[in-house]
C-alpha cells in the first residue's frame, strides 16, 4: 500500500482512536468523582454513629448517676435513648450498604482505567502508524523532488 493510501487509511482511525480515549478519560473521571462521593458518604455515615455512640454515652451517664428528676424527665431520656439507640441500629445497617457502595465504585474505577490505559495503547499504536505513514509519504516526496533537480540539468541540456 502507497504511503498516501496509507495515511488516508489511518487518519479516520486515528481520531476514532482520540475520542474513545477521551470517551475513557471521562468516564474515569466520573468514576474517580462517583468514588469520591461514596467515601464522603461513609465518612458522614460513621460520623452520624459516633455522634450517636456520644449521645448513648451521655444518656447513660447521665442514668449512672442516679435518677434525680421527675418520671417525666426519666421517660423522656429513656424515649430520647431509645431513638438513638434505633438510628444507631439503621445507620449501623446503612453503614454496611455504604461500605459496598464504595467497594463498587473502586471496582468501577478500576475497571475505567484500565479501559482508558488500553484506549490510550490503542491510540499511541495507531498515531505512531499515521506518523510513520507520514514519514514515508514525505521521504517519497523528498525522493521524487530530488530526482527532478537531478533530471532538471538533463532537461535544459535537452533543450
Avoid: C, K, Y
Wanted: hydrophobic share 50%; glycine share 2%.
Amino acid at each position: 500500500m502507497n504511503p498516501r493510501r496509507r495515511l488516508d487509511i489511518l487518519t479516520p482511525v486515528v481520531r476514532l482512536r482520540e475520542r474513545r480515549v477521551e470517551v475513557a478519560r471521562l468516564e474515569a473521571v466520573a468514576a474517580r468523582d462517583a468514588l469520591a462521593a461514596a467515601e464522603d458518604a461513609l465518612a458522614a455515615r460513621e460520623r452520624a454513629i459516633a455522634a450517636h455512640d456520644a449521645a448513648l454515652a451521655r444518656l447513660d451517664a447521665w442514668f449512672a448517676e442516679g435518677l434525680s428528676g421527675s418520671a417525666a424527665m426519666v421517660e423522656t431520656a429513656l424515649a430520647r435513648r431509645e431513638m438513638v439507640a434505633d438510628a444507631r441500629a439503621r445507620d449501623v445497617a446503612l453503614r454496611d450498604q455504604d461500605r459496598l457502595a464504595v467497594q463498587q465504585a473502586r471496582e468501577d474505577l478500576d475497571t475505567a482505567l484500565r479501559v482508558l490505559v488500553r484506549a490510550q495503547g490503542r491510540f499511541e499504536a495507531m498515531s505512531g502508524q499515521r506518523d510513520h505513514a507520514r514519514w514515508a509519504l514525505l521521504a517519497q516526496r523528498d525522493e521524487r523532488q530530488q530526482q527532478e533537480l537531478e533530471d532538471l540539468p538533463a532537461r535544459r541540456a535537452a533543450r
